[in-house]
């Protein structure tokens, strides 16, 4: 006999007791690692952010990890063997980074090492599963997307529309890392919408993700354009595999994207010129500096100033007065070769798991693919954007909770039928008595 688990729900207590608590425990992943540690953006290397805000950043963070510890204490008194085996990647990278701390004296070297050996394994890939469940999948998308909400409506109610567009962050890149991350949550919600044949959902989100991208093109950030249209094509490409039958919904959907970003462009009216000859310009002037602005030395320096534990923070900075833009190039200049090279193996390690997770789930899972977005959107971001260091920001954490997913497992998510639908009430749960 089959039960609807709403009506279950509503008479369960520990079934309303689980539920109230993956709910408080989403809550938190969202403002705590995701709202709060993308107070980095509103600061630049020429308009430095306010301490304040550096400290409020930090205290709501500790408190959400401290939260998520309290809640889940008891999954990491006795670990599971699995888990130990497959983060060991991430305790040796952190044990490298903390060596390089002690020997350039480095107090921030040694605090990313003492996170990334022991705070993200324990954090992402046993406290966040167990305690949130299928709802990881919903802490993961909801990291991207929700967490950029206050900061997209802020900057588009304060700040007019031109080229480059950085609303109230600290400079136009930030604001493109923003809205690539949002890009890379609502490509999930479009993919699974696509197999759930939800066409009214699945239009509304390809109209979204013609926003963002057009937004995108605004900040003129080619890193954060690469990367979400890496990752859409990654979920066109999977969309046509796995629904070959429907394929005129492809079609239509990216007509319908086309469409919707012209009307975007076009409402713009006359700031439109502004608009393109911004663009116009800005290329001109990088075909001057250089493809990769400038980049190159900060580059260049790190390579020919090898070392097997790096110079530590900021060596990079004070050397050639830039950073790199480069989150490998940054952590062979500060912690050194190993550490670049267990990150490349954490990199090759993490790609190969999201295709097989979402290779062996894709039959029944509609978030399947969903790592795999989050992966190729990451690591081409990665490849001129510093994303590590200090926690990171939004889209770290977000990349931290899909590496769990892969690596330990989730049951099936249904969060694409909605980001806050209650977790139980769709599953059907069989009563043999």
Not at 229 to 255: S, Y
Request: glycine residues 10%.
């Amino acid at each position: 006999m089959y039960h609807d688990s709403r009506s279950l729900l509503l008479t369960n207590t520990p079934m309303r007791r689980r539920f109230a608590t993956s709910v408080f425990a989403l809550i938190v992943v969202l403002i705590c690692m995701g709202t709060a540690l993308n107070l980095l953006s509103l600061g630049s290397r020429f308009a430095p952010i306010d301490p304040v805000y550096l400290q409020i950043r930090s205290v709501v963070a500790v408190m959400g990890i401290a939260t998520l510890f309290l809640m889940g204490w008891r999954y990491c008194v006795r670990l599971p063997k699995s888990v130990l085996k497959k983060s060991i990647l991430w305790f040796l990278l952190g044990s490298v980074v903390t060596l390089s701390g002690v020997a350039n004296a480095s107090r921030g070297g040694i605090a990313d090492g003492m996170w990334l050996a022991i705070g993200v394994p324990l954090l992402f890939f046993v406290l966040v599963p167990k305690v949130l469940g299928e709802g990881t999948f919903r802490a993961a998308a909801g990291v991207l997307i929700v967490s950029a909400i206050p900061y997209v409506i802020l900057s588009l109610a304060t700040v007019p529309i031109e080229y480059p567009y950085r609303g109230i962050l600290g400079n136009p890149n930030q604001m493109g890392i923003l809205m690539a991350g949002v890009g890379w949550g609502l490509l999930g919600l479009i993919y699974s919408s696509y197999v759930n044949r939800e066409d009214a959902r699945l239009m509304a989100y390809v109209v979204l993700e013609a926003c963002v991208f057009t937004l995108i093109l605004f900040t003129g950030s080619r890193s954060s354009l690469i990367s979400t249209t890496l990752a859409a094509t990654v979920t066109f490409i999977a969309m046509v595999r796995d629904r070959p039958v429907f394929r005129a919904r492809v079609v239509l959907m990216t007509g319908f994207m086309l469409v919707a970003v012209a009307t975007v462009y076009l409402g713009i009216g006359w700031d439109l010129m502004i608009v393109v000859e911004g663009i116009i310009e800005k290329q001109q002037q990088k075909s001057v500096d250089g493809l990769l602005s400038g980049r190159e030395v900060a580059w260049m320096w790190a390579f020919d100033n090898l070392t097997l534990l790096g110079h530590g923070q900021g060596a990079i900075l004070d050397a050639v007065g830039m950073s790199s833009h480069n989150s490998f190039i940054s952590i062979l200049n500060d912690y050194g070769v190993i550490a670049v090279l267990l990150l490349l193996a954490i990199a090759v390690y993490g790609l190969l798991r999201a295709i097989k997770y979402y290779s062996a789930s894709r039959v029944t899972n509609p978030g399947a693919l969903f790592p795999l977005i989050v992966f190729v959107g990451f690591w081409t971001l990665a490849m001129t954007e510093g994303l590590f260091g200090s926690i990171g920001r939004g889209v770290t954490v977000a990349f931290f909770i899909v590496y769990g997913i892969v690596i330990v497992g989730v049951p099936k998510s249904d969060m694409y039928k909605g980001l806050f639908r209650r977790l139980l009430w769709r599953q059907r749960i069989i009563d043999n008595r």
